[in-house]
T-cell receptor
């Protein structure tokens, strides 16, 4: 079967760095997405990785290792507004997205 | 209006009611999706439409009936729902379906409660 695993909840301190991990087992791989979802709002696109390595976009970076079926989202200089759920999704062999349950990130002052 | 809009934002219905959810995208996309989001569970893909034709139906019960009259509008018709159908229903759109880098744009969702 297809499976995406990510921690249910994480807590971090304002100004610090946090890494949210995602491991996957899917039928085929055509890229991995990270989305951010604030409570009561729509998920919004953060990053896309299809090749191994690190993609940096401002305070956020995303890493992919296809051989290990592993990705992480790195958030630096955390701000209170970063409190949200972070969703990992993998595009399978049919290019349909398989989603993880999301990681709720709580930022404390 | 910009992006993807959904109405209503909140809906409470009895098990014998019939209601419809509406989604509209203003992005010029050709693919639209319905997802179900339950607490602490992964997003569940329900239906995919590409160029107004249904291309995916993930074993969704027949009490959910989608309709896509054109590439900008998507409906989800609901009838004789069960309490376990209570969830957030998200609509999304993308440029195309079934191709690489298929970034999806989401609407704010309809919070459905079935009594």
């Amino acid at each position: 079967g297809q499976n995406i695993d990510q921690p249910t909840e994480m807590t971090a301190t304002e100004g610090a760095i946090v890494q949210i991990n995602c491991t996957y087992q899917t039928s085929g791989f055509n890229g991995l997405f990270w989305y951010q979802q604030h409570a009561g709002e729509a998920p919004t696109f953060l990053s896309y990785n299809v090749l191994d390595g690190l993609e940096e976009k401002g305070r956020f970076s995303s890493f992919l290792s296809r051989s290990k079926g592993y990705s992480y989202l790195l958030l630096k200089e955390l701000q209170m507004k970063d409190s949200a759920s972070y969703l990992c999704a993998v595009a399978d062999s049919n290019y349909q997205l398989i989603w993880g349950a999301g990681t709720k990130l709580i930022i404390k002052p | 209006e910009t992006g993807v809009t959904q109405t209503p934002r909140h809906l409470v219905m009895g098990m014998t009611n019939k209601k419809s959810l509406k989604c509209e995208q203003h992005l010029g996309h050709n693919a639209m999706y319905w997802y179900k989001q339950s607490a602490k569970k992964p997003l569940e893909l329900m239906f995919v439409y590409s160029l107004e034709e249904r291309v995916e139906n993930n074993s969704v019960p027949s009490r959910f009936s989608p309709e896509c009259p054109n590439s900008s509008h998507l409906f989800l018709h609901l009838h004789t729902l069960q309490p376990e159908d209570s969830a957030l229903y998200l609509c999304a759109s993308s440029q195309v379906s079934g191709e690489p880098y298929n970034e999806q744009f989401f609407g704010p969702g309809t919070r459905l409660t079935v009594l």
